[in-house]
């Protein structure tokens, strides 16, 4: 499966510790990432994530494009919903894309997990007929 992963600023820590927690699950899949985060759990995980720009210079849009041709599979966005971004609409764009495609989102820890450990169930192996 191919998991998009985007986290604001003040999640980046909070996404390294989530994927250091489910590594073993995440090998298992190919990770897709904006480059910051990307880089961040590359660095604390040694997990393979292929990079998209930064989410400020079109990485979010990177990854939107990805759903829009139904080539993600599950995305972990986890965002900080207590600071105004100047790229916001970019969140509320994957926001609205997954829900037109879709596509199971978490916005934050505990459905994050939820999902990390459906997929490790199995129960998200319906993407592949949807594909």
């Known amino acids: ?3 998009g992963l985007v986290a604001h600023d003040a999640k980046k820590k909070l996404m390294q510790n989530l994927c250091i927690a489910y590594r073993g699950i995440l090998s298992k899949n190919d990770l897709y990432a904006t480059g ?28 939107g494009a990805q759903i ?19 790229h916001e609409p970019d969140v509320n764009n994957i926001v609205r894309l997954c829900d037109a ?7 934050n820890l505990a459905t994050a997990e939820l999902l990390i450990k459906s997929l490790d169930r ?10």
């Open 36 to 63: 910051t985060t990307g880089r961040l759990i590359e660095e604390v995980t040694n997990l393979s994530v292929h990079k998209y720009l930064s989410g400020h210079l079109g990485g979010t849009q990177q990854l």
């Open 122 to 131: 199995g129960d998200l192996e319906w993407r592949e007929m949807y594909k």
């Open 68 to 86: 829009e041709h139904n080539e993600i599979d599950l995305v972990i966005f986890l965002r900080d919903p207590l600071t105004q971004k100047s």
């Open 1 to 3: 499966m191919n998991i």
């Open 101 to 107: 495609h879709n596509i199971p989102l978490a916005t």
